[in-house]
């Protein structure tokens, strides 16, 4: 069955990075674009990045834009999410999603918790 | 402050019909299919509703979406204790730099 699985999460001073990672399985990962969606302690979801099924097309919220960067290896069926520059602000459940077109979620993995401390 | 307007909060009893509003301009819900995920407590969200009224197989046709102009809306029938969630529409935006949207969120509360 469809599975996606992120990992990389944990717990990183501010300004630091981190590199969270998706794993990809029971589909055909280079024919569908792939989205990274966050959700903050407590709060709403929030879109954070897109990635076209060839990595030739990407988006980025502008909360994120110039320090994540979203890319993809389709020999190795996996989704990343370079986090650099991190803030506070950045704290939350990021959950990697199949995309069909804009939007259009399905499904979404478990999630992976990222904390941004001192 | 999200792009897409919902309500906050939204009730009914078992066996009722609610519906949750979702409400955005030309730019995005205006000229753009709409989404809809439900959240279960504890777990990752579930697409509920895509392109505007089209339910994925698996969802119960107790769920319905439909969309008049720059609004859209989410209309949950015959009302069970299982439908208790969050609720989240979203849309691409045209006009955004970053062109993804996902409303506020809708916490439904089954009395």
């Known amino acids: 069955q469809v599975q996606l699985v992120e990992s990389g999460g944990g717990l990183v001073k501010p300004g630091g990075s981190l590199r969270l990672s998706c794993a990809a399985s029971g589909f055909t990962f280079s024919d569908y674009y792939m989205s990274w969606i966050r959700q903050a302690p407590g709060k709403g979801l929030e879109w954070v990045s897109y990635i076209s099924s060839s990595g030739s097309t990407i988006y980025y919220a502008d909360s994120v834009k110039g320090r994540f960067t979203i890319s993809r290896d389709n020999a190795k069926n996996s989704l990343y999410l370079q986090m650099n520059s991190l803030r506070a602000e950045d704290t939350a459940v990021y959950y990697c999603?199949?995309?069909?077109?804009?939007?259009?979620?399905?499904?979404w993995g478990q999630g992976t918790l990222v904390t941004v401390s001192s | 402050q999200s792009v897409l307007t919902q309500p906050p909060s939204a009730s009914g009893t078992p066996g009722q019909r609610v519906t949750i509003s979702c409400s955005g301009s030309?730019?995005?819900?205006?000229?753009?299919?709409v989404y809809w995920y439900q959240q279960l407590p504890g777990t990752a969200p579930k697409l509920l509703i895509y392109r505007n009224n089209q339910r994925p197989s698996g969802v119960p046709d107790r769920f319905s979406g439909s969309k008049s102009g720059t609004s859209a809306s989410l209309a949950i029938s015959g009302l069970r204790s299982e439908d208790e969630a969050d609720y989240y529409c979203a849309a691409w935006d045209d006009s955004l730099s970053g062109p993804g949207v996902f409303g506020g969120g809708t916490k439904l509360t089954v009395l």
């Open positions: 030309s730019s995005n819900i205006g000229s753009n299919y």
């Open positions: 999603a199949r995309a069909y077109t804009a939007m259009w979620f399905d499904p």
